[in-house]
């Protein structure tokens, strides 16, 4: 048996065969390293996929313990203006119901003692009541002192005492 040669027959010319080994082999380069580029950008892409679903859950998680703690403190806030509401509500009604009678304000002025001039009365509507008025020695503004405490107001608060040449002792009192 004969051996078959092989025949090879290259239809290039003998200069094309240098320039196409060199194109194949950049080719070959090229696609690796672009193949090198898409696996990178791959991993690149996973890795952030997997961060940003961190960072979800972990929004999440937060943002509902927070809503927990408003709804908390939503109750509270409830309870506190309740509160506060009432509060209030009540403060009115106590100062509405002790208002100093007229009955023992109009005793006190009427009846201030000697040496005491009563010069001005003014009142409002919480009860308060001013009273201005001079007394001529410190003996008569100390009796008139106790004769208001022997009343039993609620409050007797001395907001003014001056003494002055010609009138004596000017004091203001205010009377709750």
Do not use: C, H, W
């Amino acid at each position: 048996m004969q051996k078959r040669r092989e025949v090879q027959i290259n239809l290039l010319r003998k200069e094309a065969k240098p320039v196409l080994g060199k194109l194949q082999n950049l080719f070959r380069q090229t696609s690796f390293i672009l193949l090198a580029i898409y696996l990178f950008a791959l991993v690149g892409l996973f890795a952030a996929f997997l961060f940003f679903s961190r960072q979800e859950r972990f929004l999440t998680q937060t943002n509902e313990a927070l809503l927990a703690q408003v709804e908390v403190l939503r109750e509270k806030e409830g309870l506190l203006v309740l509160l506060r509401n009432r509060i209030s509500l009540s403060r009115n009604i106590f100062a509405k119901s002790i208002t100093v009678p007229p009955k023992e304000i109009e005793e006190a002025i009427t009846s201030p003692g000697s040496g005491i001039q009563i010069q001005e009365v003014t009142s409002d509507e919480t009860g308060r009541t001013v009273i201005a008025g001079n007394a001529v020695t410190s003996m008569a503004l100390e009796n008139f002192f106790d004769q208001l405490k022997a009343k039993k107001f609620k409050s007797v608060t001395l907001k003014s005492l001056e003494l002055d040449a010609k009138k004596g002792y000017v004091f203001f009192l205010e009377i709750f």
